[in-house]
Each structure stands twice: as structure tokens, then as C-alpha cells.
């Protein structure tokens, strides 16, 4: 039986809220500032892969919604586009170590999760 009484603390929330912001914010830039982006890149990056991360971003807001709904699927989901993410930037020329850069969000996501309100955290919630 699902619990209806669900709470997370204040800090998930604006966590997920901020993820919510940035994606938004991101996918805006690469679909409609996609030259810019572009003139300023070190290396070569295509009209299609400014795109597809723009498209990433977009998902990510649905994820980051389906977190605030309490659905698991939204952090495996952003898993699976962090890891496309660092694929994508080795295959653009990025160093492994700035590629990695990129995995941090998870950790820090995951972490996020963790903080409990009641003595239960926000990850032991998620259906």
C-alpha cells in the first residue's frame, strides 16, 4: 500500500526545483543559442549534437519531475543520461577528466536523496 503521507525535506525539493531550472535553462540555450554555443566550443560539435543535448536537458526536466512525483525511474533516467552524457563529450574531444565532471550531478542527486525528514529519507520514498 502506498503511502500518502509521503514528505521530503525542504532541501530535495529545492534541489529538484533547481534541477528543474537549470535543464530548462540549458535546453533553451542548445535549441535556440545553438551557434553561440558552438562559436565558443573548443572542438567541433554539430548542428545534431547540440540538438541531442538540448533534447537531454528536456528529459532531464521530466525526470526531475518524475522525482518530485516520488517515481525511482526519474534518478535511473538521469543516470542513463549522465553516462550518454560522458560518452558524448569524449566522443567531442573533452578530456576524461572533464568528461567525468559531468557524472558529479549524479552523486550529488543521489546524495540529495539521502537526507532524511522524519527519520526517513527522500530515496526510501520513491516508488
Aim: proline fraction near 1%; aromatic fraction near 10%; charged fraction near 10%.
Amino acid at each position: 500500500m502506498e503511502n500518502l503521507n509521503k514528505e521530503r525535506h525542504g532541501c530535495v525539493t529545492t534541489w529538484l526545483i533547481f534541477m528543474i531550472i537549470a535543464n530548462s535553462i540549458t535546453a533553451i540555450l542548445y535549441l535556440f543559442a545553438g551557434d553561440m554555443i558552438s562559436q565558443n566550443f573548443p572542438g567541433e560539435i554539430s548542428t545534431t549534437t547540440i540538438i541531442l543535448l538540448g533534447i537531454m536537458g528536456i528529459i532531464n526536466i521530466v525526470f526531475a519531475i518524475l522525482l518530485l512525483n516520488w517515481n525511482k525511474i526519474g534518478f535511473w533516467g538521469f543516470l542513463v543520461v549522465s553516462i550518454a552524457g560522458l560518452f558524448i563529450n569524449l566522443s567531442l574531444g573533452l578530456g576524461i577528466g572533464q568528461s567525468l565532471l559531468g557524472l558529479i550531478g549524479i552523486i550529488v542527486l543521489f546524495g540529495v536523496l539521502q537526507i532524511k525528514k522524519d527519520n526517513v529519507s527522500a530515496w526510501d520514498n520513491l516508488d
